[in-house]
């Protein structure tokens, strides 16, 4: 029974030293990732002030701009849009797949908080709220630009990002029902 209980101590004391460094990391990781969201929060509203206002900038600040994008970390909307040559898509496919790829991993996220321990439902809350803070802007942007239809001298309203989607369309009317759902 002692060789036993020395075996537990051991192991416990063996526990405690690895919770401890754990924790360490924890707290080290946590300070770097204010400056990474600092980072990408000053990049999301640079690289999206001229879209959202409808800016003409220089060329040399929008030169910059497209040099902050490789920050983005996640854009779906960039990815299914380069999947043209494969498949060919529309706006509204983009807006669909953003928005679905975000709830699949809040779902994901949200089945790992249930059915884990305690320290592991940290863990996924910490990589919601991070994924939330950078998906967040890519989708808001492609959501609010699936709102913006402009009328022509014709009469009929098209999509300002995608002028081949005509506003009065079924699909057009159940996307944008979609869009302002997942505002």
């Given at each position: 029974a002692i060789p036993l209980l020395v075996a537990g101590g051991g192991l416990a004391l063996w526990w405690l030293q690895k919770r401890a460094k754990l924790d360490k990391l924890a707290r080290g990781l946590a300070k770097?990732?204010?400056?990474?969201?600092?980072?990408l929060g000053f990049e999301q509203i640079v690289t999206?002030?001229?879209a959202s206002y409808d800016l003409v900038l220089p060329s040399a600040v929008a030169q910059f701009y497209r040099a902050l994008s490789f920050l983005e970390v996640i854009d779906i909307g960039a990815f299914v849009g380069s999947a043209g040559c494969?498949?060919?898509?529309?706006f509204i496919d983009?807006?669909?797949?953003?928005?679905l790829f975000a709830l699949a991993v809040f779902a994901v996220l949200g089945l790992g908080y249930l059915w884990t321990a305690e320290g592991a439902q940290t863990a996924c809350l910490n990589v919601a709220l991070f994924f939330s803070f950078v998906i967040y802007?890519?989708?808001?942007?492609t959501l609010f630009f699936?709102?913006?239809c402009k009328k022509y001298e014709d009469g009929a309203s098209y999509l300002v990002v995608d002028a081949s989607i005509n506003?009065?369309?079924?699909s057009y009317l159940k996307m944008?029902?979609?869009a302002l759902s997942m505002i």
């Open positions: 770097r990732t204010i400056k990474v969201r600092i980072l999206r002030l001229a494969v498949h060919t898509t529309s983009t807006v669909y797949v953003q928005t802007p890519s989708i808001t942007s699936a709102l913006g506003c009065s369309d079924t944008r029902a979609w």
